[in-house]
């Protein structure tokens, strides 16, 4: 058995440690925000947080993320100012990598929050988008950095 | 495991809501409109539209959503003569019914050539004008006014005069009694209130936080997954196979044969690929184990110095030729390419004994029931599609064999479970289907002020419509229309022009790719004319310019790029500006980009200026949005794309080596829409044409050296 802590609910999932995080959150948990793109941490859709860092989860055997404090798309709050920002600038297209593309500027804006740039093309730029979102998700990660810097509630 | 419900199949169709279709699932229309003259169930004017008692209002749309937008634009469609209120509208996607086939493609339901809009466009709006009408002819019975005395508004019937008003879900009983009128006016343009605005599309909250549901994330209770073993060379097939291995696996249920390979059937995922990986197959290579894209450059190279099947021809280019004071040519070659969306392909199949249940996010639906009634050997009526979102299909989705149903089916019949089969992103690149390798080459005569006086273009690729049942429609006189879409039609005024095309027949499954044929004529084409344009001692705009004096919307976008990106003004050090202009979809686009080459001759795009004229506007926003997507689409195909063949394997297998644009790479775009009133042309495709050649043209600018083959290869830029 294998203990997880996923959105600040315990899980109990009787797989082989070796399992990726991914398909546990999504075959077992039914955690299906999280997607599968490419299996070798190419893509970014798999992004989860784990004790606050981006890690493509179909990389992190589960049984490395036993006992750490993992959150998906789905334990985001809807009033998170990048949630906000992404609809503000109604960023998805067809939408596949987008909570991946969320949980990588949560994390970008925890660590930098005035991001210039340059800044997100680095911390961005494992995220891939096959429809081009690009140009939106860049002004949407400064929107949200301003509505954290005026304080928007988190 | 705890806290974890189990979702059964009844929970799963009710909380994935868009994907269910609720009570009018499977229904013909006639039947629906007969339950909607009880109270309890809502007013169903007509195939489109649902009104409950409680004022929801049900759009249902018979267009995939694949990150186009027709969530949104459509329904604006429907709401512009219904008179609702936006934030209210439920989208729900169609079941299969003929009264959601395609306006002009026959007898089928399906979603591709940039049509969505275009094809909807007096349907819906007569749809939804028709559904106001039975309303506020409901409502004026019972007040026993004059309806004309009464309007509609969000979502309620006013009465002017007494300013008595009442909702559309009160009176939604009384008005599925009555009898739809026919022909009902349409408003005036000057009267729109949704379209030709940024409306916000519907589909984004759950697109943000992670429930829309995609077909990789249906599913349905004692679900089992599959993947497939599929032969590693194309009509390549199984001469035997070893499963004990896979079998031992844990969660892995069964191994079967099946027609395009080996399926491994498990629990879940992760347990089908083990057990997959396991699997020991010998496989009989077929005639195709001697593919390779060497081999292939050098046939279609040969084939290119030779007439082809005649296109298109005007003028006397044979001898006119002969009196050109000067003749540039040129040879340009494109590669194979996949479509990777960013979802792989899955399709969920709940198969029974008089019953078949599909989920996946097709474009094909009719196509897909049809095919899958077949395999399954039941009638086409008793197998349902349920579309799911897509994520992304450029084309691959809508397969004209319907490949990824038919196979899903087709495993499904070895188990008494539905099963979704899923590709892995490696099955995904390998699994063919993909936009054909081209060969061109192509000759320009001058005379001797530089006027361009003929043209010679001969075209050598894999027909993508040959053998499927879109032949009859495409294929005029041995030609595939696609093969020479933008090709033969060129803008620019040429006295003298033939363009022939040779078909050889490879054996790699090719398929449409987003923006079809233009994907790759317009790179030929457009790079050619700056060819000519520089042989001439001309700038590039001002010679494209004056050869389209009797095109004018080609002028008009060409104009207005050239002008919105200061087209003679002085850039910094370096940069350089490429331009190209291209009609496609009943749209005109025209690109500038300005380029840098680093001394390792890599290309960095600094920014597109994008200028489309797409006619009537129905929502700015997704029109920019749809530009930025070609834009990057057709950017990954010019500085990454390309599938090729060593020994008949595909050389390519993940996002590693088959790149994409990513944030790093992305430039600035900005995209102005020309105000038109001129008919509604597409906006889905025809943004990835022109970007090629414009990158193209603008590292010639940068460089002085020619890109004739994509992707474009540093080593060749590259300064020692």
Known sequence: MITLDVNKKKYEVDVSPDVPLLWVIRDHLLLTGTKYGCGMSLC????????GKARRSCQVPVGEAQGKEITTIEGIPDNHPVKKAWLAEDVPQCGYCQPGQVMEAIVLLKNNPRPSDADIDNAMTGNICRCGTYQRIRSAIHQAASMMAKGVKQ | MSEIINISRRDFLRTGALIGGGLVLGLSLSEISSDATTKSVPFVPNAFIRIGTDNSITIIVNKSEMGQGVYTSLPMLVAEELEVEWSKIHVEP?????AYNHTQ?????????????RSEWDRLRKAGATARVMLV??????????????????????????KRRVSYGKVAGKAAQMEPPQDVPLKQPKDFKLIGKSIKRLDTPEKVNGTAI????????????????RPPVFAGKVKSFNSEKAKAVPGVKDVVQVDSGVAVIADDFWSAKNGRDALEIVWDEGPLATLSTGGMREQYGNLAKTPGTVAKKAG???????????????????????HAPMETLNCLVDLRADSCEIWTGTQSQTADRNTAARIA???????????????????????????????AVDVAKTVKKPVKVIWTREDDIKGGYYRPMWYDRIIAGLDEKGDLIAWQHTIVGQSIISGTPFEQMLVMHNVDETSVEGAKDIPYEIPNIL?????????????????????????VVESFIDEVAHAAGKDPYEFRRKLLSKHPRHKGVLELAAQKAGWSTSLPEGHARGIAVHESFGSFIAQVAEVSVNPAGEVRVHKVVCAIDCGKVVNPEIIKAQMESGIVFGLTAALFGAITFKDGKVEQSNFHDYQMVRMKDMPKVEVYIMPSQEALGGVGEPGVPPIAPAVANAVFAATGKRIRRLPINAEELKRT
């Not at chain 2, 002819?137 to 019937?157: L, N, Q």
């Not at chain 2, 077909?215 to 497939?228: E, F, H, K, P, Q």
């Not at chain 2, 040779?502 to 790179?523: C, D, E, L, Y």
Request: charge should be negative.
């Open chain 1, 44 to 51: 970014g859709a798999c992004t989860v947080h784990i004790d």
């Open chain 2, 94 to 98: 169609a079941p299969v019914d003929p």
């Open chain 2, 105 to 117: 493609w026959g007898n089928m339901q399906g979603t591709g050539g940039s049509t969505s809009v």
């Open chain 2, 137 to 162: 002819k409901a409502a004026a019975e019972i007040w026993k006014v004059d309806p004309a005395t009464c309007r509609a508004e969000k979502g309620f019937v006013i009465h002017n005069a007494t």
């Open chain 2, 214 to 229: 995609f077909g990789i994330d249906a599913r349905v209770s004692g679900m089992l997954t599959a993947l497939i073993a």
């Open chain 2, 316 to 338: 006397d280019p044979e001898q006119v030729f002969k009196e050109a004071s000067k003749q540039i040519s040129a040879e340009y070659e494109v590669p194979y390419l996949a």
């Open chain 2, 377 to 407: 050997g039941l009638k086409p009526e008793q197998v349902k599609i349920h579309t799911t979102y897509l994520g992304g299909g450029f084309g691959r989705r809508a397969n004209p064999h319907s490949d990824f149903v038919a196979e």
């Open chain 2, 499 to 523: 363009v022939d095309l040779h078909s050889p027949k490879i054996g790699v499954p090719v398929q449409w790719w987003r923006s079809v044929g233009h994907s790759h004529t317009a790179f």
